[in-house]
């Protein structure tokens, strides 16, 4: 009796690779797909920080004369004189519990490299995280990596009002003028944002908190050059 022999018929090598093509396609449309996805979840992410550091900023305002704190008092490094800086005046009243700012387990920045130890909070934008884009004409990104600058121009230019309390009142149009843009260091007016630490890491824009609270993604070549105009001055 003969035994019968079963043959499985397999993939042809011109099958194979016609699936491979196919992959290969699918993989170039859906690619872009995800990445526009990611990047536009980040610049959530970014937008939903601003609005916790917009109620931290009012609060403190509400508790002192309707003034902002200073850009930064004393040093101008990151690490432990990170307590100069304004995002630790308004720590308390954005995270629960008012626990009190401690480096390195809490930072502002990502630091050089980037503190494993840190926890996660709002003075952290998740684009700067993978890479500090800086705006065109600035230089290299402030190795301290910060991701967010107070405007100080209402109160004078960046190197006269960086210590200076900023009065709300001093700004006549709240719905026109930046207070906080995307900053490789924490202190900010034009000069600052176009010749120094400003940055674009959401699709060659970058997140802006108004005096009024509201927040918009503003293309690059949407930010005033001038000093003068409203965007900076708040007149």
Known sequence: MRSRIRYIKGFTLLEILAGISI????AAILFPSLKSIRERTRRSECAA???QI???LFAYANDHDNKLPPAITGGWAGGSQQGNMWGYQIWSYIHDGGAAFLYPDNSLTFGTPTYAVCLKNVFRCPATRI???NAPNAIQPSPTRYSYGLNCSPAGSVWSAVGQPLSLLAVDKPSQTAMVMESSFPVLDSDAYFNYWGMIP????C???FYDGHIEHVD??????S?????WSGR
């Open 23 to 26: 992959i290969a396609i699918l």
């Open 54 to 56: 917009s109620l931290g």
């Open 49 to 51: 920080n601003l609005r």
């Open 202 to 205: 959401h699709a060659k824009g």
């Open 220 to 225: 690059f070549e949407n930010i005033p050059t």
């Open 131 to 133: 890479k500090a884009i």
């Open 227 to 231: 000093s003068s105009n409203t965007f």
């Open 207 to 209: 997140n802006t908190l």
